[in-house]
């Protein structure tokens, strides 16, 4: 009987654990969303400031004005007008 009781503790004792480890999880899970928004954000601005000089994402040729366009992953590339074709058949948003 007494074996029984200690195996109950112990199964207690370990889904308690199990939940917190999940909880912890969720939470470090949702506090890190926001981060990733602004990531792109602040890359995206910066690359804007010299539009000119930077070689495009996808053919890496300094062909003038980018165009920023938004992956489905989140990160932003900027393409040329070449490459805004595409960009387009991909269904990639423009920023
Ligand atoms: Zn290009």
Redesign the pocket.
Known sequence: MRYIVFLMILLAVVVIYAVTRVLNTRKLKKGNTPKNNVIPLDAHRKSRKSTDEQ???????K?GK?IFYAQDDGSVVG??????A?AKKRDMLPL
């Not at 070689?55 to 040729?61: E, R, T, W």
């Not at 393409?79 to 805004?84: R, T």
């Open positions: 070689p495009c994402s996808s053919c890496k040729k062909n980018l393409l040329c007008k070449e490459c805004q595409k």
